[in-house]
C-alpha cells in the first residue's frame, strides 16, 4: 500500500535530520529528493537540501529526538505531528548555549515521490523555543 510506504519514508526523513545532526553528512541526500522545496524555510534558510541542512541550527541544538505523535497518510502526502526535544549546547540567535533541553511541537507535510521526500511544509511552534530559550517572554 503506498500511503504506508510513505508513512515509512516520512519516519526516515526524521531519522536522517538525527542522523545528519550525529554527523553523517549524506543523511538527507538519501531521503530527498534532488528537486526537494522546503516551503517554509527559516530565516536565512534557503528552500533546497542546503537549506535543510542549516549549520546555525546544527551547530546550536545536538541530541535530536524527535517522537511522531501522530501520523496521517493520502495519496503521496504525509501529514505527522511531532515532538522534538534538542539538547542546546551552542550559540542560537544570539544566545549562548545553556545546556537546557529544549522541547516543542512541530506539524510537517511531507509529499513523497518515488520514495523520496519532494516537499515539505513545517510548522514548529517557535513561540516556545524561544521562550524556553529565554529570547521571548509572555505575560498572562
Same mark, same amino acid.
Do not use: C
Given at each position: 500500500?503506498?500511503?504506508?510506504?510513505?508513512?515509512?519514508?516520512?519516519?526516515?526523513?526524521?531519522?536522517?535530520?538525527?542522523?545528519?545532526?550525529?554527523?553523517?553528512?549524506?543523511?538527507?541526500?538519501?531521503?530527498?529528493?534532488?528537486?526537494?522545496?522546503?516551503?517554509?524555510?527559516?530565516?536565512?534558510?534557503?528552500?533546497?537540501?542546503?537549506?535543510?541542512?542549516?549549520?546555525?541550527?546544527?551547530?546550536?541544538?545536538?541530541?535530536?529526538?524527535? %517522537?511522531?505523535?501522530?501520523?496521517?497518510?493520502?495519496?503521496?502526502?504525509?501529514?505527522?505531528?511531532?515532538? =522534538?526535544?534538542?539538547?542546546?549546547?551552542?550559540?542560537?540567535? +544570539?544566545?549562548?548555549?545553556?545546556?537546557?533541553?529544549?522541547?516543542? %511541537?512541530?506539524?510537517?507535510? #511531507?509529499?513523497?515521490?518515488? +520514495?523520496?521526500?519532494?516537499?515539505? =511544509? +513545517?510548522?514548529?511552534?517557535?513561540?516556545?523555543? #524561544?521562550?524556553? #530559550? +529565554?529570547?521571548?517572554?509572555?505575560?498572562?
Amino acid at each position: 500500500m503506498l500511503t504506508e510506504a510513505n508513512k515509512a519514508v516520512a519516519r526516515d526523513f526524521y531519522e536522517a535530520i538525527k542522523a545528519y545532526n550525529e554527523g553523517d553528512e549524506l543523511a538527507l541526500e538519501r531521503v530527498l529528493a534532488p528537486s526537494f522545496v522546503n516551503h517554509r524555510p527559516l530565516a536565512g534558510q534557503t528552500p533546497d537540501i542546503e537549506g535543510l541542512k542549516l549549520p546555525a541550527f546544527h551547530q546550536a541544538f545536538s541530541q535530536i529526538h524527535v %517522537t511522531i505523535l501522530d501520523q496521517i497518510a493520502e495519496e503521496d502526502k504525509v501529514v505527522d505531528v511531532t515532538a =522534538w526535544s534538542l539538547l542546546h549546547t551552542g550559540e542560537f540567535m +544570539g544566545v549562548p548555549a545553556t545546556g537546557k533541553r529544549i522541547s516543542y %511541537t512541530e506539524i510537517n507535510v #511531507l509529499r513523497v515521490v518515488d +520514495g523520496m521526500v519532494v516537499e515539505r =511544509w +513545517g510548522l514548529p511552534d517557535e513561540i516556545h523555543i #524561544l521562550q524556553q #530559550l +529565554g529570547i521571548v517572554s509572555l505575560q498572562a
